[in-house]
């Protein structure tokens, strides 16, 4: 009797590591490869360095640190989005720079040049954020004072995720995020022709036992009702990973006067920020500024606000 209870302990917990082995397989982030692409937005390349910093659990984290001519100047860190890499956020650094603003693009660990671990997740995007936010801060020229985020899907709800729990930041932009990772992972689990009962069940609820914290703690929805600095959301209408109803939801759930900017794109989003660079600019420069006329006067174009 001891030996078949043992036995079957024993099969439970092989089957538990396959199932985590599994889990952790299906969903790591693809590792995308910096092409060289970045350059046809870099500007002078003496203003452009590649760096090297210290990440959480002795880690590095690449990036590259884009200067303005002018010093002392107000810094934007721009995180990526899942499964990209910093080369998808250069096409914000031409109108930041020319606003007098020093840029670092970072790769978060698992993603571009970074190093890896077992798994990453968006705690630990927020925890590169406030890696790379630091290194920002000791750094001459910049403004220790006068930081502000810029973060893509994953990399906006981190962003927001960072604010909530440390602060220390200006301001927020959030391009594209989700408004709850559970949401998300269902949606995913539904491509995949995955039953959520038990199965899918079971991964969510192992994904949030791995990563260290609830969905319902780190979502959008909860941590921007925590940021205490302005946030502008921007998300295009025919996004179809993380739809604009979410946005409409984060910014229903975030301060008054919370802007939401929507444009005509989907969740990629870099072609079409493009023409709303100026706005972008302009909330990050009074975000630093310590003004509110500028953050509030920009439109929120969502349907009844």
Known sequence: MILET?????????????????????????????????TRHAPDAARVHEVHLPGPRGRRL?????????APAPAV???????????????????????????????????????GERFTSMP???????????????????????????????????????????????????????????EVMRRFLAEKRLPF???????????????????????????????RCPVLLVHGRDDLVAPFDDALRIQAAAAPGTALLAVDGDHDLRDALAPQAGAVVDFLRAACDGRSDTITGIPSTGPGR
């Open 124 to 182: 630990r995007f927020a925890e590169d954020i406030a890696a790379g936010l630091a290194w920002l801060a000791r750094q001459p020229g910049v403004q220790a004072d006068r930081l502000a985020l810029v973060g893509h899907s994953v990399g906006a709800a981190a962003s927001l995720l960072h604010a909530a729990r440390l602060g220390g930041v200006r301001g927020v932009v959030s391009l594209s995020a989700f408004a709850h990772p559970q």
């Open 6 to 38: 043992t036995g079957a302990a024993a099969g439970a917990l092989a089957l538990r590591a396959l199932a985590h082995r599994a889990i952790l397989h299906g969903l790591r982030a693809p590792r995308l490869a910096h092409d060289g692409s970045h």
């Open 62 to 70: 690449f990036g590259w640190f884009v200067t303005p001519g002018d």
């Open 77 to 115: 860190l721009a995180m990526h989005g899942w499964g990209a890499n910093a080369t998808t956020m250069w096409p914000l650094v031409p109108p930041l720079v020319a606003a007098g603003f020093a840029v670092l693009l970072l790769d978060a660990r698992c993603h571009g040049a970074s190093d």
């Open 197 to 227: 009962y038990p199965l899918g069940w079971y991964v969510l609820r192992h994904v949030q036992h791995v990563i260290g914290a609830r969905f319902d703690e780190i979502a959008p929805l909860a941590t921007v009702r925590r940021v």
